[in-house]
């Protein structure tokens, strides 16, 4: 192993897990992952008359706006206020979710995907810049991988609850389209945490000086002439993409083998709430331990690089497919859930240890900005391949898209990533000895 190892003492691991602002930080994700919606999102849009290409286009148009606005969002957090910026960013979703209420047709539903679109862009980077500046301010930086792996785990943490009242929402209300208007409330509720931030937080201390296409050039072209730095994003942003573009396929696919097995949970409720009932308990499984997984990710450091890591994770990721693909045929939902759970725990595993690695190859006033190019990749990387999925699925099932995600996967670790990862380990450990 080359990368340098940091203790975490119990001395130290009380004092994160202590610290009020931290609490803070966790509480951002937990009531941002609130989305009661998201077990049910793909079956209610079918539910509108929508196919899966046409539900695929509405995920292009949400990361086609996340792709526009990515890099400026950055470099305006950074440069006039990231508490600025997630003010923004609530206010997209809360209108957004507004929307979805009213959304019976596909241009509808365009608007409000365009409108959560904006609120990713304003959202992503940002919350982790102003989480490494207070760690620094704290002198508790070395630990950021067991910082983020914890507030990440409070995230999880809420999308478990999420699910389990989701469930309890969507049985209890007149129609599916009432859970978008009873999320808007835990999104306001972040939208005070966040005012309650300290206001050194805000910034990274830098003022904006001549034309913000100006600071574009300067941010992304000094961020990509680093080559290590550069493959990372690269690599991690398709990861991100399929993962996003993938994950959903649980909803029809549960659906349908549900329906037809006639398979039932609670006896007096139909079929379809027993689909719903089945959904939000599969999520809340699926999150409690995604979890449990990103709490504890900093204990793989003790067995692999962080470089490793991020290298084996397109693996499981490309082996979890098949097992998906292979389920499907065989008609196991079962197996079905299990798979997609672990497609949850690889990314969640994952998640912790990039940030830390890309981290040691940010400047630290460009944080925001790199951390939403990452995101911007991964934006891109849906807009061309979520129509697709859509498209394939229609038309030759969701057996085949697996497959075909699987075989690309395969071939980035066996043509790319590795060689590219065991450079940037030797290459980091380098770095931290001269730091």
């Known amino acids: 192993m080359n990368e340098e190892r940091v203790d975490m003492t119990k001395e130290i691991a009380k004092r994160i897990n202590q610290d009020f602002q931290i609490k803070k930080f966790s509480a951002y994700g937990f009531l941002k992952n609130l989305r009661f919606f998201e077990p049910y999102l793909v079956i209610y849009l079918m ?26 969002s950055g470099i305006i957090a950074d440069y006039h206020g990231r508490k600025k910026e997630l003010y923004m960013c609530f206010s997209f979703y809360i209108v957004s979710f507004i929307i979805f209420f009213f959304a019976d047709r596909f241009a509808i539903a365009a608007i409000a995907m ?20 207070y760690l620094e301010k704290q002198g508790l930086y ?16 809420g999308s478990a609850l999420s699910a389990l009242l989701s469930i309890i929402i969507i049985l209890n209300v007149p129609s599916s389209r009432y859970i978008f208007l009873i999320t808007t409330i835990p999104y306001i509720l972040d939208f005070i945490n966040v005012a309650t931030y300290p206001a050194y937080l805000d910034a990274s201390g830098k003022k904006k000086e001549g034309k913000l296409s100006h600071s574009i050039v300067h941010h992304v072209g000094g961020i990509f002439t680093n080559k290590v730095l550069r493959d990372i994003l690269l690599t991690t942003g398709f990861f991100q993409a399929v993962y996003k573009s993938s994950k959903d396929l649980i909803q029809p696919i549960l659906e349908g083998l549900i329906l037809s097995s006639g398979v039932v949970v609670i006896a007096k409720f139909s079929g379809d709430d027993n689909v719903k009932i089945i959904l939000g308990l599969s999520y809340a499984i699926i999150y409690i331990i995604s979890a449990y997984a990103a709490k504890n990710t900093y204990r793989l450091k003790k067995y692999w690089s962080g470089t490793k890591i991020l290298d084996l994770g ?7 497919m098949i097992i998906i693909a292979v389920a499907i045929e065989l008609n196991v939902y079962v197996l079905i859930i299990m798979a ?32 939403s190019i990452e995101s911007q990749i991964t934006a891109l990387s849906v807009v061309i391949m979520a129509p697709l999925i859509g498209f394939v699925a229609d038309h030759f099932g969701i057996q085949t898209v697996m497959i075909l995600l699987s075989a690309v996967l395969l071939m980035i670790i066996l043509f790319f990533s590795t060689s590219k990862y065991a450079k940037d380990s030797k290459n980091n450990h380098s770095k931290e000895n001269t730091n």
Do not use: N, Q, W
Not at 143 to 154: E, F, I, N, P, Q
């Open 340 to 371: 997609f759970l672990l497609m949850h725990v690889v990314v969640d595993l994952r998640k912790p240890i990039y940030v830390d690695v890309v981290d040691d190859y940010m400047e630290k006033d460009k944080r925001a900005t790199v951390l």
């Open 142 to 157: 070395a630990y950021k991988a067991y910082v983020y792996g914890r507030t990440r785990s409070y995230s999880l943490k």
């Open 114 to 133: 365009f409108c959560f679109g904006l609120g990713e862009a304003f959202r992503s980077g940002t919350h982790k810049a102003m989480i490494y500046t």
């Open 47 to 72: 539910g509108i008359g929508l196919g899966l290409f046409e539900i695929g286009l509405l995920y292009s148009i949400r990361e086609i706006v996340t792709y526009i606005f990515e890099i400026p």
């Open 314 to 320: 397109f693996m499981a990721m490309a082996i979890i």
